[in-house]
Nanobody, 123 residues
Framework: QVQLVESGGGLVQVGESLRLSCVASGSFESIAGMAWYRRVPGKQRELVAAISRSGIRNYADSVKGRFTVARDNAKNTVYLQMDSLKPDDTAVYYC?????????????????WGQGTQVTVSS
């Protein structure tokens, strides 16, 4: 069983910063890509940022230059530094990980999600 636990959400003012963290725990072989998504009620889930195991990063156009994704492979942790926050960044943020687990002797890649953390940016 693999669990992803996010932390760091909260209520901030426009222009302020937040740092989200997501820790993977449980029994697994390795973690490939890790990513942050967000969802606003009534809208589709949006990819915010992704990072490969080797550190290659991708960002949504709406957050480029303001958000930074990083990871610590030794700690199985991914971070999202969010600066210059705007009201449009208000959403529930979810951590996602591409995890290799061993099931009855076979290695399988599976997608896991965290429970989400609320980020609210007030104007």
């Amino acid at each position: 069983q693999v669990q992803l636990v996010e932390s760091g959400g909260g209520l901030v003012q426009v222009g302020e910063s937040l740092r989200l963290s997501c820790v993977a725990s449980g029994s697994f072989e390795s973690i490939a890509g890790m990513a942050w998504y967000r969802r606003v009620p009534g809208k589709q889930r949006e990819l915010v940022a992704a990072i490969s195991r080797s550190g290659i990063r991708n960002y949504a156009d709406s957050v480029k230059g303001r958000f930074t994704v990083a990871r610590d492979n030794a700690k199985n942790t991914v971070y999202l530094q969010m600066d210059s926050l705007k009201p449009d960044d208000t959403a529930v943020y979810y951590c996602n990980a591409d995890v290799t687990v061993v099931v009855t002797g076979d290695s399988l890649r599976k997608d896991y999600w965290g429970q989400g953390t609320q980020v609210t940016v007030s104007s």
